[in-house]
């Protein structure tokens, strides 16, 4: 059975404070890691898909680096509209053409003006 | 550019009514699915449908059932709703692959 631990559960940093969320995972193989922002009382909203260990992917503060048992999301310099709950999702191979997800429960970021 | 729409977006059913959430993206997606968010316990997938036509049980999918309506329409409903079913329900989407899902803004329902 797959599954998604992340830690902490959650983070308040001081803004430009920078930090790292971990997303620990078991799978039989694995066919893609994703990370989602949600904000409150909306969906989630992509972020990034990494696929193979050592694969990093950027986006302004975020940057997603991926090992063969976690992935890291870091944030550097925060602002506070980086504030959100961030999740981790991954897919196993045996849903290769039905793209099936399994989350874990998440990391509440808060950054403190 | 909708994405994913989801209706209503708040409700309130008392136990034994039943109820249909209702689901519809405009991307051409294939695949679509129905999870729900609860405090500490993360997104579970209930049902998906991975094309037209097909639907499929997720891990939790006892007092739900679905339908695939079309390629644009995935219904979720409640026969016999009981607190337990107490949640956010979010639908989504997926292109497949490097994309991801796309969400819906979700529905929050309670049951009293």
């Known amino acids: 059975e797959d599954q998604v631990t992340q830690s902490p559960e959650a983070l308040r940093l001081q803004e430009g404070e920078s930090s790292s969320l971990n997303c620990s995972y078991t799978v039989s193989g694995l066919r893609g890691l994703f990370w989602y922002r949600q904000d409150p009382g909306k969906g989630p909203e992509f972020l990034f898909t990494?696929?193979?260990a050592g694969e990093e992917k950027e986006k302004e503060r975020l940057k997603a680096t991926l090992t063969k048992k976690e992935s890291f999301l870091h944030i550097t310099a925060p602002k506070p509209e980086d504030s959100a709950t961030y999740l981790c999702a991954v897919q196993d191979i045996s849903n290769f053409g039905n793209e099936k997800l399994t989350f874990g429960t998440g990391t509440r970021l808060t950054i403190i003006p | 550019n909708a994405g994913v729409t989801q209706t209503p977006k708040f409700q309130v059913l008392k136990t034994g009514q039943s109820m249909t959430l209702q689901c519809a993206q405009d991307?051409?997606?294939?695949?679509m699915y129905w999870y729900r968010q609860d405090p500490g316990m993360g997104l579970r997938l209930i049902y998906y449908?991975?094309?037209?036509?097909?639907?499929d049980k997720g891990e939790v999918p006892n007092g739900y059932n679905v339908s695939r309506l079309n390629k644009r329409e995935f219904s979720l409903r409640l026969e016999s709703a009981a607190p337990s079913q107490t949640s956010v329900y979010f639908c989504a989407s997926s292109r497949g692959g490097v994309y991801g899902y796309t969400f819906g803004s979700g529905t929050r329902l309670t049951v009293v």
């Open positions: 449908s991975a094309s037209e036509g097909t639907t």
């Open positions: 991307m051409n997606h294939n695949s």
């Open positions: 990494l696929y193979s």
